[in-house]
């Protein structure tokens, strides 16, 4: 089954990109949603198969490829991947319905965004080393073409940018990960042969910080993440949806996958390193954002910020902050799909994404009163406003980071602050105010183009309101991953919480929900 979100994917790319005539673009957005719908069929049946008590790898594939090369057809998924793949059959689906009737290269465009699918699916399934990076690079030209084709004014120097940043970050991780088979003297490149126990303390370091590294470019953490806001701003909001929400997941999902559970000691001991980038990152995001004057690059920077708090949950290593982070990556992807695609309906209706000149959408009758209210929703969220997702992500990051990482974990909370600061300069200059009396007659938004973000939103609120409906599938994985850490660590965890519950208990605690039913 799971060979079949590898290749209906990429057989959908095929079909679109090679239809014989002129085919209009409803026709192929019609064919490419198709395609999309069945990915997400899949994914969810999948789901109501999970095994949510077993934290090891479910619904397996194997198949020899190239031995020699220690190369094989090797898929897998548990509760860290499960999630993401959901996330990317969901996003691919809405960005495709999504997309307007007057698109250039229709065929072209449709094909590259299922390719991007089933690239970020074999990534997220690979259990062989090598197929890893195979996926992981098999990105770059899709994003690469969505920038330079379908971008703004400076889409060829974005693209060029994101181009050299993420290749090199492949070149990284297959350096690193060549470094672990060899040294090691395994001929198999599949994960559960692969172990690092036996190299040398200091090769361990050497190894996992060129992997750091590479991964770092793609999440992107500061100072690694330059090419992050011309990319995102440069792009389509489309292609920006597909690269926050997605592309930039392989980089966290490969953080805690490769990082965390591949090098455990060592990783204990960079861990206090890791959590200052992950609070830098944080902080950096959230005070350039506040700076910004264009809607897009401030949500772009945002980005970067929430990024940050993914890797402090993954430097602490408990396991309320572990599966924290697996929330905190499904519903940063969520948020910023939501925010690109309304920042998206602004611009093509009011022509313009500046916030000195963005005033009064919020108006019933000649603004744009839905996509505002839901703009108003999806800043609430990425604040963390309890009640909606992106609360109890921040909230297990933040109680089971601060026992390990007390200041940075402050500072964090500090930054989530000014997350809700930024966003009401957004929200009080763009959707309240006056209308301009002369100019401000914009085409109404219909249900239809409101309708990928509605979808967002009410999970956005109900993954907020039920957060066991989130984390139960990550539980046992993150669990077991925890487990693998050195002794002292889960002994000093075990100091500060001698009593503590699983995620799950937390998150369905009435008191962190005070409208929830059954308070």
């Keep these: 089954m799971l060979s079949a979100l590898l290749w209906l994917p990429a057989l959908g790319a095929a079909v679109v990109g090679f239809l014989p005539g002129n085919i209009n673009g409803m026709r192929l957005r019609s064919i490419a949603s198709a395609f999309a719908s069945a990915i997400f069929i899949v994914n969810i ?129 297959l350096a690193a990960f060549l470094g672990v088979a060899w040294l090691s003297g395994s001929l198999n490149f599949d994960y559960s042969a692969i172990t690092t126990q036996v190299l040398p303390r200091n090769v361990q370091l050497i ?59 060592t990783w204990s001991i960079i861990a206090p390193g890791l959590a200052i980038i992950g609070t830098v990152s944080v902080m950096y995001g959230a005070l350039s954002a506040i700076a910004q004057k ?21 430097a602490a290593g408990t396991k309320l902050a572990l599966i924290g982070a697996v929330g905190q990556m499904v ?44 703009l108003v929703l999806g800043g609430m969220a990425s604040a963390g406003i309890p009640g909606l997702v992106g609360f109890i992500a921040e909230f297990l990051v933040f109680q089971g980071s601060f026992s390990i990482f007390p200041i940075p974990t402050l500072l964090c909370i500090l930054a989530s602050g000014l997350t809700a600061v930024y966003f009401v300069i957004l929200l009080n200059r763009t959707c309240f105010g006056k209308l301009d009396n002369a100019t401000a007659y914009y085409p109404p938004v219909t249900f239809a183009e409101n309708m990928p973000a509605l979808v ?36 000093q965890v075990a100091i500060s919480y001698p009593l503590e519950r699983s995620a799950l208990e937390i998150a369905s605690t009435p008191r962190l929900f005070p409208g929830q039913l059954g308070d």
């Design 45 to 173: 049946w999948l789901l109501t198969q999970f095994d949510t008590a077993n934290s090891g790898l479910q619904f397996q594939e194997y198949l020899p490829w190239i031995p020699q090369l220690g190369l094989s057809y090797n898929l897998g998924i548990d509760g860290l991947s499960l999630p993401l793949l959901v996330l990317s059959a969901l996003l691919t689906l809405l960005v495709i319905y999504g997309t307007g009737e007057k698109m250039e290269r229709p065929q072209l465009y449709y094909a590259l965004i299922l390719l991007i699918n089933a690239g970020v699916a074999g990534a997220l399934m690979s259990q062989n080393l090598l197929l890893f990076v195979l996926f992981y690079e098999v990105e770059l030209i899709p994003f690469y073409l969505l920038i330079a084709i379908w971008g703004g004014k400076q889409r060829e120097y974005a693209a060029m940018k994101f181009l050299i940043y993420t290749a090199v970050s492949g070149l990284l991780v």
């Design 207 to 265: 190894l996992l910080t060129i992997l750091l590294i590479g991964l770092g470019i793609k999440i992107p953490l500061v100072p690694l993440h330059t090419w992050l806001p011309d990319a995102y701003v440069e792009a389509s909001p489309a292609t920006a949806i597909l690269l926050g929400g997605i592309l930039a997941k392989l980089g966290t999902y490969g953080l805690v996958r490769f990082g965390l559970q591949m090098f455990p000691e």
């Design 294 to 314: 264009d809607i897009k690059r401030m949500v772009a920077y945002s980005s970067i910020g929430h990024m940050g708090y993914i890797l402090v949950a993954c």
């Design 331 to 374: 519903s940063h992807g969520l948020i910023l799909a939501l925010l690109f695609y309304l920042v998206g309906i602004i611009e093509t209706k009011v022509g313009t994404r500046d916030l000195d000149v963005l005033n009064g959408l919020m108006n019933p009758m000649r603004g744009l009163p839905t996509a505002s209210s839901l």
């Design 456 to 491: 967002l939103a009410g999970i956005i609120f109900v993954l907020g309101i039920q957060p066991a409906w989130l984390l139960k599938w990550s539980e046992s994985t993150t669990n077991a991953i925890v487990a693998t850490l050195p002794a002292d660590r889960n002994a």
